[in-house]
């Protein structure tokens, strides 16, 4: 398993930006992928973002595709999730995720490998 930090979270107003920093213990490998879920309150954890280690490639969740950019440094071991224009239904704990086989997905979820602790979200109205 993967050691996972996040860092990022805080308190923003409604239309304000964050980002979300999560470093991994060692560097990925091959077609190793990381992501980020949240959780509301009284909510079911959902899929928010993901990219492939290897080849970069992204997939995002439809409520925040054209607000969210996930990103990566390979130097630094760490991922990264710029959240732009936010909305109060934004407001969650978010886990960063990784996994040697999976792309962090809805479906994978349950069977990811690595989570993080989790940082804190809260968008104000």
């Known amino acids: 398993q993967v050691q996972l930090v996040e860092s990022g979270g805080g308190l923003v107003q409604a239309g304000g930006s964050l980002r979300l920093s999560c470093t991994a213990s060692?560097?990925?490998?091959?077609?190793?992928?990381m992501g980020w879920f949240r959780q509301a309150p009284g909510k079911e954890r959902e899929f928010v973002a993901a990219i492939s280690w290897a080849g970069g490639g992204t997939h995002y969740a439809d409520s925040v595709k054209d607000r969210c950019t996930i990103s990566r440094d390979g130097a630094k071991n760490t991922v990264y999730l710029q959240m732009n224009s936010l909305k109060p239904e934004d407001t969650g704990v978010y886990y960063c995720?990784?996994?040697?086989?999976?792309?962090?997905?809805?479906?994978?979820?349950?069977?990811?490998?690595?989570w993080g602790q989790g940082t804190q979200v809260t968008v104000s109205s």
């Open positions: 995720v990784a996994d040697g086989l999976k792309i962090p997905s809805q479906e994978t979820m349950s069977t990811l490998a690595s």
């Open positions: 060692r560097r990925a490998l091959g077609n190793y992928a």
